[in-house]
């Protein structure tokens, strides 16, 4: 079961992101602030949701969330100043849209960059515990993942429909086969390396 809130007195605004691990697209975080007595029986870990739920999920916490946004951070951003602040940009980026006023953020994982002088924990696999870091989950998900299947049309053949840009093994094999599109992370090592055994002598 999550947990409603961290502390009952304070506002707090859960943070998540997805898409760090993919080799196309960009990365896209969420900012979500719960009221207090928000429940749902099917709201978890976006990873654990199945993906009707997820579409339910994200009407429901956008209906009943007292604000929201989600934020996303380029391929080519992300490429120059790497995936893991581009990441936290992207939080940073969504709290600016947030215009309620807060007092605390919950944010998924053990690092962050801190964001104006606003008070933060760091929560390892928070999404499966706090239902503001679950709701981030959800809404930046299921965003991501609608924009990665738009994206499959205009780039068919790497499966992004299904994959939404993950290293599957069937991604891996259509780059090798069809070669980089201009969505894919040039920083990111796209095809395993080979191993020359016939050179090492």
Same mark, same amino acid.
């Given at each position: 079961m999550?947990?409603?809130y961290f502390d009952k007195e304070k506002v707090e605004?859960?943070?998540d992101e997805v898409g760090r691990g993919c080799l196309a697209g960009p990365v896209v975080a969420a900012a979500v602030i719960l009221p207090k007595d928000f429940k749902s029986d099917i709201l978890?870990?976006?990873?654990?949701?199945t993906r009707s739920n *997820? =579409?339910? #999920?994200?009407?429901?916490i956008q209906e009943k969330a007292l604000a929201y946004h989600v934020a996303e951070v380029s391929h080519t951003e992300i490429d120059k100043?790497?995936?893991?602040?581009?990441?936290f940009l992207a939080m940073h980026l969504a709290l600016d849209q947030?215009?309620?006023?807060?007092?605390?953020?919950?944010?998924?994982?053990?690092?962050?960059?801190?964001?104006?002088?606003?008070?933060f924990e760091?929560?390892?696999?928070?999404?499966?515990?706090y239902a503001s870091i679950a709701a981030?989950?959800?809404?930046?998900?299921?965003? *991501? =993942?609608? #924009?990665m299947e738009e994206m499959a049309k205009t780039y068919p053949g790497y499966g992004w429909e299904t994959n939404v840009g993950y290293p599957t093994k069937a991604h891996r094999e259509a780059i090798r086969a069809l070669g980089e599109t201009p969505l894919h992370r040039k920083s990111f090592k796209l095809l395993p390396e080979q191993l020359e055994l016939k050179f090492t002598k």
């Open positions: 999550l947990a409603p605004v859960g943070l978890d870990d976006s990873k654990k949701v *997820r =579409d339910l #999920l994200r009407l429901e100043i790497n995936i893991l602040n581009a990441s947030i215009k309620i006023p807060y007092d605390l953020l919950l944010v998924d994982g053990n690092r962050f960059n801190p964001y104006k002088d606003i008070p760091c929560i390892i696999k928070g999404d499966g515990k981030a989950s959800i809404l930046a998900k299921t965003y *991501r =993942d609608e #924009l």
